[in-house]
Every structure is written in structure tokens, then in C-alpha cells.
């Protein structure tokens, strides 16, 4: 009912809020680009899946964008991130508004949410897929109680703290710090980062890296989890399956006042 073919954009700007309505049997499939910019504009589905972003498309919330893309309500899953498709903001709210654990948006494995803004992206019992951080002056600190999953968590530029409790954060796949930018687990009470992938995953730092004293890590993936760059960390480090692959030059550095569980399950390798 609503194409957007790839290599193609449908772009909306303008003060005057414009919103697409897919009705009830309507379906939208956009595979080029899609922007907002300029005021809050909206695309919204009646059914789930009534929107659905397939691979190579990129969906830009832009400069002067506000409010929320999707709606500030509606059908749960309306829209759909496939594998390989892309959303960016620079601006406005988070795309999930309904509470957690429902979600007017999915991000299927393998799309792309990249923030190019200085935003705190709502992370309180939502699911990404891949997860991006670009912008150079980006000072974010995005805290809640309820399950984060993410999988690749990538930042470029700029600085990103998380600081999950209760329930914690659970990371599918690799952590990645490029030179200049910082990534910080730094829960204001005790949280637990899981590495919890189906296969092998990696942590690499060029950059800043911290896990702090209320952040403890645990490593359950079968597949083990490799350190590229060494790592400290001043929590409590639990080893419940898989390998955790260190070198001489990768070190796994334990601060003082931290400490190692563990399982038969489990074990370092260097």
C-alpha cells in the first residue's frame, strides 16, 4: 500500500506535523530511505508488522525532528527493523514508547539502531539488535531496573555509560571501543553484564573501557568470549560457562576488593 524502493527516499520536513496512517489490512515496505525532519511527523500502523523496514533501508529521525516516529501509542510490534536495515537518531524520542516490555518497534537480529545525538536512549526492558553510539560529544548515562538486550554495542564516538540494576544487561554479541570514544558499566547499585551469546564473542578497546565496583560480569556462553585488548574489572566476575580467552599481551586484570566465582562449566584460557 506505501512502497519506498531501494535506492529511493521519502522524506518529510516542515513545522507542520504530517503523519501516514496504515489502516487496519494496510501494509508499508520501505527499502530505501525514509526521513523525518523538521517537526513531529509520524508513520503509524493499526496491525502489527503494518510497517516493515526491510534490509538496506534507513530510517533518519533528523535535525528538528520531535515527538515520537511511530506514534505515542498504538499497536504493539507495528513496525518492524529487518536484518540489515538501519535507524538513526539525531533527534526526537525513543521509537519504543509503549512500557516494557511492549514495544511499538522491533529490531529483528542484525538491524542497526545508531544514535548520532547527544540523547539518552531508553534501555529500561527494551531489545535491540546491533547498537551504535557516533557522536563525538555524546555525554549519555542510561540507567533502569528492567532486562537491556543488545547485541553487537559498538561506540565510536563519544561517551556511554550503562548503568543497569536488578535485572542487568544481557549482550549477545561483541563490545567494541574505538580510539577516543568510552563505553562505562557503572551501575549506581549491584547489576550484572551478561555475555550470553550462542557463539564466540569478543571484546575490543581502543579506546576507554570500565567496568566498575558495582558492575559484575558474568560469562555464559558456551561459545566463550575473547578478549582482543585487556580489561579490568572491579566487581565480581562469574564464570558459569564457556572460556574466557585471554593472552599475555590481553590481560584480565582483577582490582582489588573484587572477586571470581565459577562452575565446572567454565575457565580461563591464555
Do not use: C, W
Not at 24 to 45: E, L, N, R
Amino acid at each position: 500500500d506505501l512502497q519506498v524502493a531501494n535506492g529511493s527516499s521519502l522524506n518529510i520536513t516542515g513545522a507542520n506535523a504530517y503523519t501516514i496512517r496504515m489502516i487496519t489490512g494496510a501494509v508499508a515496505v520501505i527499502d530505501g530511505g525514509m526521513s523525518f525532519t523538521g517537526g513531529a511527523h509520524k508513520i503509524t500502523a493499526a496491525d502489527a508488522a503494518g510497517v516493515n523496514f526491510g534490509n538496506g533501508a534507513v530510517f533518519t529521525a533528523g535535525a528538528g525532528f520531535s515527538s515520537n516516529p511511530f506514534g505515542t501509542g498504538g499497536t504493539a510490534n507495528s513496525v518492524v527493523f529487518a536484518t540489515g536495515s538501519t535507524y538513526i537518531q539525531q533527534a526526537g524520542s525513543n521509537p519504543f514508547v509503549l512500557g516494557q516490555p511492549a514495544s511499538l518497534v522491533v529490531f529483528n537480529t542484525g538491524s542497526l539502531f545508531k544514535m548520532e545525538a547527544n540523547l539518552t536512549p531508553s534501555v529500561s526492558g527494551r531489545t535491540y539488535a546491533d547498537f551504535e553510539l557516533d557522536f563525538p560529544t555524546a555525554a549519555i548515562s542510561a540507567t533502569g531496573t528492567a532486562l537491556l538486550t543488545m547485541d553487537n554495542l559498538t561506540v565510536i564516538n563519544g561517551t556511554i555509560s550503562f548503568g543497569l540494576t536488578t535485572a542487568g544487561f544481557d549482550l549477545k554479541g561483541n563490545i567494541s571501543v574505538a580510539a577516543g570514544a568510552t563505553l562505562n558499566f557503572a551501575p549506581v547499585g549491584a547489576g550484572s553484564v551478561r555475555f550470553s551469546g550462542t557463539g564466540p564473542q569478543a571484546i575490543s578497546n581502543l579506546g576507554t573501557l570500565g567496568f566498575s565496583s558495582t558492575q559484575n560480569v558474568v560469562i555464559l556462553n558456551s561459545a566463550g568470549v575473547t578478549l582482543n585488548n585487556p580489561v579490568t574489572i572491579q566487581g565480581i566476575l562469574t564464570l558459569t560457562s564457556g572460556l574466557l580467552n585471554t593472552t599475555a599481551v590481553n590481560l584480565l586484570t582483577m582490582s582489588a576488593g573484587s572477586s571470581v566465582a565459577g562452575s565446572s562449566n567454565a575457565s580461563f584460557i591464555n
